[in-house]
């Protein structure tokens, strides 16, 4: 199924790596993962096969408990699977050590979640300019940036705040700063805006799409809104470890076409 400064931490090693494959940016072969519980063994994907074609949106729907955030946490190598390669941006994330893992999302991926985790003690542009600094980037250059990305989700008059000043749509747009902050290619969204009341959650969105289509992102996102999946390059259905075409109106071709086998 096709779907859609110097670091502090070491590279991925050139056994871990392979040319690009096709137009693809992300690839998922024979993806198996499975918990151990106290009921026995619950297996979330099984022979799970996929593609992500590059600069493709894609949504990701399901009831909860379906694996859409485990999926994210193994594209994102937050998590590992338990067979199965997983190839983002030409390297093999199931194979990467915790540090390796480290300087890999560092580099290629940025990470939104449903609740920003800012730090409260931070302003906002300092807590944009965290990725950069964590990479070894100078405090000046890593302030500079952070501003300027702050002035493309439209907060440049509020990085002086610190998050319990912000608003919830504010204080998402800041994290969606910090996590683009490193010009990542892939971005990775488990409900960005399923916090967020309706009116906002609709301009946080909109947002997303905006800096998705100039920054030339590949993105993936979670999410139980529906309306807000068939805005998507394709929206599909995780259920019983399948992912399955939705079949919306919108659902269309993008920069990177997406097409069931």
């Known amino acids: 199924m096709t779907l859609f400064s110097p670091a502090v931490a070491s590279q991925a090693t050139r056994s871990q790596r392979e040319p690009e494959l096709r137009a693809s940016i992300i690839q998922v072969n024979g993806l198996e993962k499975t918990y151990n519980t106290a009921r026995g063994a619950l297996t979330l994907f099984h022979g799970l096969d996929f593609e992500v074609e590059a600069g493709a949106m894609v949504a990701i729907v399901g009831q ?39 300087s890999f999302r560092n580099r290629e991926i940025g990470y939104v979640w449903q609740f920003h985790y800012l730090l409260p003690e931070f302003t906002a542009l300092e807590n944009v300019a965290m990725p950069l ?20 989700v439209g907060l440049e008059e509020r990085g002086d705040h610190r998050p319990g000043e912000l608003s919830g749509g504010e204080q998402q747009r800041v994290a969606l700063a910090r996590a683009l902050v490193n010009n990542p290619r892939i971005l990775l969204a488990d409900e960005p805006t399923g916090d967020l009341d309706e009116i906002t959650a609709g301009r946080v969105f909109g947002l997303i799409e905006r ?30 470890g399948k992912l399955t075409l939705l079949p919306t109106p919108q659902n269309r071709p993008s920069t990177g076409t997406i097409e069931s086998i």
């Open 64 to 102: 909860s408990g379906a694996g859409k955030s485990t999926l994210l946490h193994i594209l994102g190598a937050l998590d590992t699977p338990s067979m199965g390669t997983v190839y983002c941006a030409s390297t093999n994330v199931a194979k990467l050590s915790q540090r390796e893992a480290a």
């Open 133 to 152: 600094l964590a990479r070894g980037t100078s405090k000046r250059v890593a302030l500079d940036v952070a501003a300027n990305w702050l002035r493309e």
């Open 211 to 240: 800096l998705h289509a100039s920054h030339g992102l590949t993105s993936i996102l979670v999410t139980h809104n529906l309306d807000l999946a068939a805005r998507c390059t394709r929206a599909f259905r995780l259920e019983s």
